[in-house]
């Protein structure tokens, strides 16, 4: 099978049908099951790539998290065992725990993966009320391109524990 791994399945609520790389994701009752949490951002956002940067040397020790583009072969594959209501949306996603989470919610939980002093404000960030939260996301994802340049090449830092 050349490293690949073919799940084969009747598509139903809570299944989704999956082809992958079997060394970085694997199937488990229908879901995805990567290794580690994952956060897919605009590999062509500059304000994505400000933010990887500026989260790397500032996550919690014990964190486990990549960040992927979701352009690449992999984030891809990953955004392509969603659902397609989340498949369709063009936004930032987070897989914690293996469940995909979407614009707000996923830039919110971020900072369970930081230092204690930034994760203190994810119970502050969940007092405004989801549709608000959205609103102000989507505003700053429409003219994110207008305000931060393009990187020149899609750089996303990886966490210390990764790098060797």
């Known amino acids: 099978m050349n490293g690949r791994v073919r799940a084969q399945s009747r598509v139903g609520e809570g299944q989704w049908p999956l082809s992958f790389c079997a060394d970085r994701l694997?199937?488990?009752?229908?879901r995805v099951v990567t290794?580690?949490?994952v956060i897919l951002l605009d590999?062509?956002?500059?304000?994505c790539t400000r933010l990887a940067v500026f989260m790397t040397p500032r996550m919690s020790p014990g964190a486990s998290l990549r960040f992927l583009a979701i352009?690449?072969?992999?984030?891809?594959?990953?955004?392509?065992t969603f659902p397609q209501h989340i498949q369709d949306v063009d936004?930032?996603?987070?897989?914690?725990?293996?469940?995909?989470?979407?614009?707000?919610?996923?830039?919110l939980r971020f900072l369970f993966y930081m230092r204690w002093y930034y994760a203190m404000?994810?119970?502050i960030g969940w007092i405004i009320p989801l549709p608000i939260r959205n609103l102000v996301y989507r505003f700053v994802a429409r003219y994110r391109h207008r305000i931060f340049r393009k990187p020149a090449s899609c750089v996303f830092p990886m966490?210390?524990?990764d790098q060797g």
């Open 26 to 30: 694997s199937l488990t009752r229908g």
């Open 43 to 47: 590999g062509d956002c500059g304000l």
């Open 35 to 37: 290794a580690g949490d």
């Open 121 to 123: 404000w994810y119970p």
């Open 71 to 80: 352009e690449s072969e992999e984030g891809q594959a990953i955004i392509s």
């Open 159 to 161: 966490p210390k524990a």
């Open 91 to 107: 936004t930032v996603y987070l897989v914690r725990d293996n469940k995909p989470y979407i614009r707000s919610s996923a830039a």
